[in-house]
């Protein structure tokens, strides 16, 4: 059963961090460009950032420039985001994506994937 599964959501203070993790099983991500989406109430699904499946290369929303990284271990069939200086506004569910295709920059501004995750919840409030 292809599946992926997002973890690391939860409460954090502005100013603080967090990092997303997303396992995938019953497929290998190797040939898959992974996205990081996300999505507050009331606003449609956007993309944070996403990388290639073969040369690492990376694309990332304004909103995450500078704060957001994101990476992928092959081995291990994961993805990270690892997000610093978390505003309020960073408020989502957050989503993980793979997608066999779309360079990294259509799978992102166009909330493109094959599989998806079911999310997880990010609360930046003090």
């Known amino acids: 059963q292809v599946q992926l599964v997002e973890s690391g959501g939860g409460l954090v203070q502005p100013g603080g961090s967090l990092r997303l993790s997303c396992a995938a099983s019953?497929?290998?991500?190797?040939?898959?460009?992974i996205g990081w989406f996300r999505q507050a109430p009331g606003k449609e699904r956007e993309g944070v950032s996403c990388?290639?499946?073969?040369?690492?290369?990376?694309y990332y929303a304004d909103s995450a420039k500078g704060r957001f990284t994101i990476s992928r271990d092959n081995a291990k069939n994961t993805a990270h985001l690892q997000m610093n200086s978390l505003k309020p506004e960073d408020t989502a569910v957050y989503y993980c994506?793979?997608?066999?295709?779309?360079?990294?920059?259509?799978?992102?501004?166009?909330?493109?994937?094959?599989?998806w995750g079911q999310g997880t919840q990010v609360t930046v409030s003090s």
């Open positions: 990388i290639s499946s073969s040369d690492g290369s990376t």
């Open positions: 019953g497929f290998t991500l190797d040939y898959y460009a």
């Open positions: 994506a793979a997608d066999s295709r779309a360079t990294v920059q259509a799978m992102c501004v166009m909330t493109r994937g094959d599989f």
